[in-house]
């Protein structure tokens, strides 16, 4: 029979999945429907982890953090890959639908979201793991996403932490999204100015070089592959306006050459 092991005040705790949610200009809506409005937030997101076979995150202990105008919710690591694909895109057409179906008094629902996997102590919240799920959420790179999602009719931004990508858009494990749904970012908080991690962006509908617009923390795109080396045997023309010279080791005529380059200035030895 195995015994369990005794913690030790430096254990590092298990790892656990955090998804972080957080509501666009919720301090703006009037104090009498804040509730309401958080309301059909949770109900949307319930509803989509439902869809998703995700657990209820009020199934673990301290697995639900409300932060007013969102949310902290923690699962087992072993569903990482479900809160990217297919949650993000699934959980954009709930908003989507809602905007449908919202009554005029009741305001817009967009929602930045963070998305991150570490070590977290519960029911306590220890952990850094935490606090870098909010950064990402409150990154510039993740505010600046939302502009791109209002511009291209979505109602969700996403950051996720370089981590969480390699294990599921890089690992394979999320089939409806690659890695060109994704942006390459730097994640940075204007008043965490300790605060610097690498991240991924999405926005549901767009590829990650339609946000590259929006955002100022963007990665350089990758540089195209080079075009392949000529063998130093093959000569190469010269470049337009550079001067160079063709030489010839064969009979030819003018309008030969001439049906092949545009401009061609030919000189002859004076005799």
């Known amino acids: 029979m195995d015994t369990p092991l005794h913690a030790e005040p430096l254990d590092v705790p298990a790892e656990l999945a955090l998804l972080s949610i957080d509501m666009e200009k919720y301090s703006q809506i009037p104090e009498a429907r804040k ?10 997101v319930a509803t989509v982890l439902a869809e998703c076979r995700l657990p209820a995150p009020q199934g673990l202990p301290g697995g639900y953090k409300d932060n007013g105008d969102g949310a902290i919710l923690l ?14 895109v699934r959980l954009n057409a ?20 963070g998305v991150h996997v570490g070590p977290l102590s519960l029911p306590d919240h220890r952990g850094n793991a935490i606090d870098d799920t909010t950064r990402l959420l409150d990154s510039q790179a993740a505010r600046q996403a939302l502009s791109a999602a209002k511009d291209s009719g979505a109602f969700l931004a996403v950051a996720l932490s370089e981590i969480v990508y390699q294990r599921t858009v890089h690992a394979g494990r999320t089939p409806d999204l690659r890695s060109h749904h994704f942006l390459e970012a730097t994640a940075r908080v204007s008043d965490k100015p300790d605060f610097e991690q690498p991240c991924r962006i999405h ?13 100022t923390d963007a990665a350089s795109p990758t540089a195209a592959p080079s075009a392949p080396v000529q063998p130093s045997s093959v000569p190469t023309a010269p470049a337009a306006g550079s001067g160079g010279t063709f030489q010839f080791h064969d009979q030819v005529n003018e309008p030969t050459i001439a049906n092949i380059i545009e401009t061609l200035r030919i000189e002859r030895p004076r005799r």
């Open 35 to 44: 509730a309401a409005a958080r309301c059909d937030v949770d109900d949307i």
């Open 75 to 88: 699962f087992p690591p072993a569903v990482l890959a479900r809160l990217v694909d297919p949650l993000l």
């Open 203 to 215: 926005v549901p509908g767009l590829t990650g070089p339609a946000v590259r617009p929006y955002l």
């Open 94 to 113: 709930a908003l989507v639908r809602y905007e449908q179906q919202r009554l005029a008094s009741s305001p817009v629902l967009r929602l930045r979201a």
